[in-house]
C-alpha cells in the first residue's frame, strides 16, 4: 500500500521568502510522484511530476521538487513566493498497475503575506 | 477541447434522495476515477475504471455506484444520501496504457446533503 504525508496542514510565508512545503511518501515500488496545486473554488492543476529520470524536476510558476530516495521524500520549493501562489497544494503517489489511481496527501494551505 | 467536464457544479439534496453525478472526457483517456475532497483530508478515491467495461472499488466505496458508460462518460451515483456524504466530487482522467501518468481533473462538483 501506498502513503503520502505532508507537514504541515497550513505554512505561512512572506512574498519573496522561500516557499517549502514538505511530503514523505511510503511504497512498496519506485514511486511516480506528483504536485498539484488546487486554487479556490477550482479543480487540481499539475504543477510537476517525478516518474522517472533527473531526480530533481522543474514545474510551472517557478516551483520545483527533488527526488530523494533515501529519504523517501519529494519536496517542493520555489525560491521567491509571490501572492498569486496562495492556494492549497497537494502531493501524490500513483500506482503502478492497470490503473494509474492516486494516493493523496492531506494538503498544504500555503497563505503569502504582503 | 473542454477536457474533463462535470454536471452539476453544485447539488443540494435531502437524506435519502438519490442522484447521479456525470463525467466526461474528450481526451481519448481509457482510465477515469471519482475522488471525493473533504477539509484536511485531501482526496480520497471512491472508485475508478482502468478501461472501458471495467470498474473497481477505490479506498471509500460505501453507499456509491459508478457505470462507465463509453470509453468518455463515467457517472458516480448515490442511490440513498446520506450527510457523511456531503463533500465535493472531482472526476479525472489519464492515458494509463502510456507514459503520461498525470491525471486530468474537472472542475468539480459540490454536493451539500441536508
Known amino acids: 500500500a501506498q502513503s503520502v504525508t505532508q507537514l504541515g496542514s497550513h505554512v505561512s510565508v512572506s512574498e519573496g521568502a522561500l516557499v517549502l512545503l514538505r511530503c514523505n511518501y511510503s511504497s512498496s515500488v519506485p514511486p511516480y510522484l506528483f504536485w498539484y496545486v488546487q486554487y479556490p473554488n477550482q479543480g487540481l492543476q499539475l504543477l510537476l511530476k517525478y516518474t522517472t529520470g533527473a531526480t530533481l524536476v522543474k514545474g510551472i510558476n517557478g516551483f520545483e521538487a527533488e527526488f530523494k530516495k533515501s529519504e523517501t521524500s519529494f519536496h517542493l520549493t520555489k525560491p521567491s513566493a509571490h501572492m498569486s501562489d496562495a492556494a492549497e497544494y497537494f502531493c501524490a503517489v500513483s500506482g503502478t498497475g492497470s490503473a494509474r489511481q492516486l494516493t493523496f496527501g492531506s494538503g498544504t494551505q500555503l497563505t503569502v503575506l504582503p | 477541447n473542454a477536457g474533463v467536464t462535470q454536471t452539476p457544479k453544485f447539488q443540494v439534496l435531502k437524506t435519502g434522495q438519490s442522484m447521479t453525478l456525470q463525467c466526461a472526457q474528450d481526451m481519448n483517456h481509457n482510465s477515469m476515477y471519482w475522488y471525493r475532497q473533504d477539509p484536511g483530508m485531501g482526496l480520497r478515491l471512491i472508485y475508478y475504471s482502468a478501461s472501458e467495461g471495467t470498474t473497481d472499488k477505490g479506498e471509500v466505496p460505501n453507499g456509491y455506484n459508478v457505470s462507465r458508460l463509453n470509453k468518455r462518460e463515467f457517472s458516480l451515483r448515490l442511490e440513498s444520501a446520506a450527510p457523511s456524504q456531503t463533500s465535493v466530487y472531482f472526476c479525472?482522467?489519464?492515458?494509463?496504457?502510456?507514459?503520461?501518468?498525470?491525471?486530468?481533473f474537472g472542475p468539480g462538483t459540490r454536493l451539500t446533503v441536508t
Open positions: 479525472a482522467s489519464n492515458d494509463a496504457r502510456g507514459w503520461d501518468y498525470e491525471q486530468y
